[in-house]
């Protein structure tokens, strides 16, 4: 299997990953509501984190901007995972999401990898030998 297909995979994921909770941030659903009650925070910041992650999930399927979804995905399970370690935890139905959070943490960091000479700012470092 070539890098291109192990990343579009990878960017697939990812945003079937994120985009299974969308429909619970935006519906106002009592799991939800509950999870962001316990980290204190309340409607505004599920809504919010719901439409970057819509953002990131429409980033990584569209070619131009891959890195972009990659890079959003990134610091939005790192946060997710920080919630996990340090309120929510890992055990019962929340802890499957924090698993979820890290598979699609690792996954932003393979496309990443595959993709690095597409990175703005730091790509062009990247040799392009390596690129696919």
């Known amino acids: 299997m070539n890098k291109q297909t192990i990343s579009w995979i990878s960017q697939i994921l990812i945003a079937i990953i994120m985009g299974q909770t969308l429909f619970f941030k ?15 925070l309340g409607a505004l910041a599920y809504k919010a984190i719901g439409v970057l992650e819509l953002i990131a999930c ?6 131009p901007t891959i890195v972009y979804g990659a890079l959003l995905s990134l ?7 920080f919630a996990h370690l340090t309120t929510i935890g890992f055990s ?7 698993l979820l959070a890290i598979l699609a943490w690792a996954l932003s960091i393979v496309v990443l990898l595959i993709r690095r000479g597409e990175i ?7 040799s392009k030998g390596g690129q696919s």
């Open 92 to 98: 019962g139905p929340n802890g499957s999401l924090g």
């Open 75 to 81: 610091g939005l399970m790192s946060g997710a995972i």
């Open 26 to 40: 935006f519906t106002d659903a009592e799991e939800t509501v509950e999870l962001f009650k316990l980290l204190d």
């Open 120 to 126: 703005p700012l730091i790509g062009p470092n990247f």
């Open 58 to 63: 429409i980033l990584l399927l569209v070619r």
